[in-house]
Antibody
Framework: QVQLQESGPGLVKPSETLSLTCTVSGGSISNYYWGWIRQPPGKGLEWIGYIYYSGSTKYNPSFKSRVSISVDTSKNQFSLNLSSVTAADTAVYYC???????????WGQGTLVTVSS | EIVLTQSPGTLSLSPGERATLSCRASQSVSSSYLAWYQQKPGQAPRLLIYAASSRATDIPDRFSGSGSGTDFTLTISRLEPEDFAVYYCQQYGSSPWTFGQGTKVEIK
């Protein structure tokens, strides 16, 4: 059974870059699509973007040029960078395996990132 | 961007009752590319339904999805105690993929 685990700082200062890594275990990162989704406290879900193991990406335009997702197949990991963060980026960030560029069938437990000085 | 509106916001029901949750899209969702997720407090969402009506792996058959175009429904035929949670719909037919705001199913 594939498992995903997010890791990274729980506190980021405004205007800095939020960086998170998702480690995949119980299966290979190859031949699958992987995504990031976030959930502000007490609110709904927002899709951030996807990456295919080959490196192809697809992003939510609402994040404009602030977001980048990368993959390291040798470590079975993929990562999220979100630049120029503000308090509005405070959320639980989930990594997930995607079925194609579509829906998410396996999720990490999520990690809370707070943007504050 | 397709906006998904879920109703009702909260559904108060008793175990054993039938739950009917609605997800309405601001424009047609192509190929019925709609999924449903269940989320319990402090947990990640869990995939229940994809392609509007296909149950995900290990999902009990009391969960069923239906609909097409702009109107979709998640039905829980008989509520079990573990089904009380928040449910989200997600469309993946038109980028950016979007989620509804959620329906909370609470114990009456």
């Amino acid at each position: 059974q594939v498992q995903l685990q997010e890791s990274g700082p729980g506190l980021v200062k405004p205007s800095e870059t939020l960086s998170l890594t998702c480690t995949v275990s119980g299966g290979s990162i190859s031949n699958y699509y992987w995504g990031w989704i976030r959930q502000p406290p007490g609110k709904g879900l927002e899709w951030i973007g996807y990456i295919y193991y080959s490196g192809s990406t697809k992003y939510n335009p609402s994040f404009k040029s602030r977001v980048s997702i990368s993959v390291d197949t040798s470590k079975n990991q993929f990562s999220l960078n979100l630049s120029s963060v503000t308090a509005a980026d405070t959320a639980v960030y989930y990594c997930a395996r995607s079925h194609g560029w579509y829906y998410f069938d396996h999720w990490g437990q999520g990690t809370l990132v707070t943007v504050s000085s | 961007e397709i906006v998904l509106t879920q109703s009702p916001g909260t559904l108060s029901l008793s175990p054993g009752e039938r739950a009917t949750l609605s997800c309405r899209a601001s424009q047609s969702v192509s190929s019925s590319y709609l999924a449903w997720y269940q989320q319990k407090p402090g947990q990640a969402p869990r995939l229940l339904i994809y392609a509007a009506s296909s149950r995900a792996t290990d999902i009990p058959d009391r969960f069923s999805g239906s609909g097409s175009g702009t109107d979709f429904t998640l039905t829980i035929s008989r509520l079990e105690p573990e089904d009380f949670a928040v449910y989200y719909c997600q469309q993946y037919g038109s980028s950016p993929w979007t989620f509804g705001q959620g329906t909370k199913v609470e114990i009456k």
